[in-house]
């Protein structure tokens, strides 16, 4: 939801914004690599046999800490923040950065959050010890 309003929101703010070549082939190598990023994580969750549905983390099955979760905890978030960011990139519009902005910080104070609990409670010291290893987003 929150990355559907982001690009309903980039869509609105960038409203007969033109692509240019050198711009939308950016965005297609920016948009490509987040979407493997973020398709990568389902596969392997669903790999796994665990849920890849934010919403209901509790019947996560599998702590999945290999493939590319070995170098980001929310892969299918980055992807998604990628892909967003692909779009502005795509419009020309530095202000189509705006609701990434919004997506990754709604994202990481709220849902992130619930979703380590969650985790916390299920896998106790294995998660511990995967969300010190590994960071939430890309970068420490």
Known sequence: MWAAGAGLTQLAMTRGARAARATTSAATVLGVA???LAVGAV?????????VDPMDVDRAQALVTDGVNAWTRNPMYVGLAGMLAAHAVHRRSPAGLL???GFVLAIDRWQIPAEEAALER??????????RAIPRWVLR
Not at 43 to 50: I, N, V
Not at 122 to 131: K, V
Request: proline share 4%; no cysteine.
């Open 122 to 131: 299920a896998f106790g010291g294995e998660y511990d010890a995967y969300r």
């Open 99 to 101: 609701p990434v902005l």
């Open 34 to 36: 987040s979407a493997g």
């Open 43 to 51: 596969l392997r969750f669903r790999s796994r046999g665990t849920t």
